[in-house]
């Protein structure tokens, strides 16, 4: 990474099943980037941790399948989603300069039946 205000990870979602996938947009997820939260781990060579700027969502299941807001991804589907992490994390908090280390923290995406 050379540029902290310039930071952005795009991630792929793939239906490798031979049945539709209808799931839930849940904020702590890869499905929502626009709710900026924390779904990253991020950690420099120094072993400094970058901390996080986004926010935290209270949200509910059932509203939100009232509201049909819901990815639906057909067989063989894919999805490109793009992460801003430099809005949602301080990378400078973690050191400057140098390597970082980027991990998703557990994925969980609910499949509606």
């Known amino acids: 990474m050379s540029d902290v205000d310039n930071f952005v990870v795009k991630t792929i979602l793939t239906n490798n099943g031979d049945e539709s996938l209808t799931l839930l947009n849940e904020p702590d997820s890869i499905l ?3 709710w900026k939260t924390n779904i990253f781990g991020i950690v ?3 072993g400094g941790a970058a901390k ?3 926010v935290r969502v209270k949200w509910s299941p059932s ?3 009232a509201k049909k807001d819901f990815t639906v991804l057909a067989p063989g589907q894919s999805i490109e989603l793009e992460q801003d992490l430099s809005s949602v994390y301080n990378l400078t908090a973690s ?3 140098g390597e970082h280390t ?3 923290y557990l994925q969980k995406i609910t499949y509606m039946a």
């Open 95 to 97: 050191g400057s300069g």
């Open 102 to 104: 980027l991990w998703p």
């Open 32 to 34: 929502t980037p626009q």
């Open 44 to 46: 420099s060579t120094n």
């Open 63 to 65: 509203i939100a399948i």
């Open 52 to 54: 996080f700027d986004g």
